[in-house]
Antibody, heavy 123, light 107 residues
Framework: EVQLVESGGGLVQPGGSLRLSCAAS????????MNWVRQAPGKGLEWVSG????????VNADSVKGRFTISRENSKNTLYLQMNGLRAEDTAVYYC????????????????WGQGTMVTVSS | SYELTQPPSVSVSPGQTASITCSGD??????AVWYQQKPGQSPVLVIY???KRPSGIPERFSGSNSGNTATLTISGTQAMDEADYYC??????????FGGGTKLTVL
């Protein structure tokens, strides 16, 4: 079964850090670009970060540049999101999503999504 | 920054055709992607590269994209199609952009 399982969410104070993980199974992880997408409570989807299949290329939304870092460990079939300098507006469910393409390009789309992990930034 | 605009809500009667639009500057020059999200669930890909349906997505879902508007069409809409729908496109500044979402009500 193709599956993505996120973990690492929780409650953190403003300015704090958190690392999210996404464990992949059921497909060849190293063949696919991967992404993080978040959804604030009651709001729409917001793309956060993307990484190519080999990890040599990453892109980030302006809202998280300089604060969040996406990475992957293909030997462990795992995607990560290191989040530093967290703000209240980062509060959201964070989804990892598999791209249909190996590189982050306009022909892509997200065909597999995890169940999400909740991140709450509050004092 | 690039923006995609969707109507907040669309209503359709069961068995009728629902059309959900997504507008953006020269969107027709890009690929449009569509996702369905039901309450409490993760998004599901329903259309990619403007017109392609992933395996398992019913044929009643179709897409088009021209000019400044991409459209998701659901023919013979069923109660199970009631959900939020999001469009997505790749911006030239190397970021993915989502539309604000459209709540489809089947009544």
């Amino acid at each position: 079964e193709v599956q993505l399982v996120e973990s690492g969410g929780g409650l953190v104070q403003p300015g704090g850090s958190l690392r999210l993980s996404c464990a992949a199974s059921g497909f060849t992880f190293s063949n696919s670009a991967m992404n993080w997408v978040r959804q604030a409570p009651g709001k729409g989807l917001e793309w956060v970060s993307g990484i190519s299949n080999s990890g040599d290329s990453t892109v980030n939304a302006d809202s998280v540049k300089g604060r969040f870092t996406i990475s992957r460990e293909n030997s462990k079939n795992t995607l990560y999101l290191q989040m530093n300098g967290l703000r209240a507006e980062d509060t959201a469910v964070y989804y990892c999503a598999k791209d249909i393409r190996p590189k982050i390009r306009e022909e892509g789309a997200f065909d597999i999504w995890g169940q999400g992990t909740m991140v709450t930034v509050s004092s | 920054s690039y923006e995609l605009t969707q109507p907040p809500s669309v209503s359709v009667s069961p068995g009728q055709t629902a059309s959900i639009t997504c507008s953006g500057d020269k969107l027709g020059d890009k690929y449009a992607v569509w996702y369905q999200q039901k309450p409490g669930q993760s998004p599901v890909l329903v259309i990619y590269q403007d017109i392609k349906r992933p395996s398992g997505i019913p044929e009643r879902f179709s897409g088009s994209n021209s000019g400044n508007t991409a459209t998701l069409t659901i023919s013979g809409t069923q109660a199970m199609d009631e959900a939020d729908y999001y469009c997505q496109a790749w911006d030239n500044s190397a970021v993915w952009v989502f539309g604000g979402g459209t709540k489809l009500t089947v009544l």
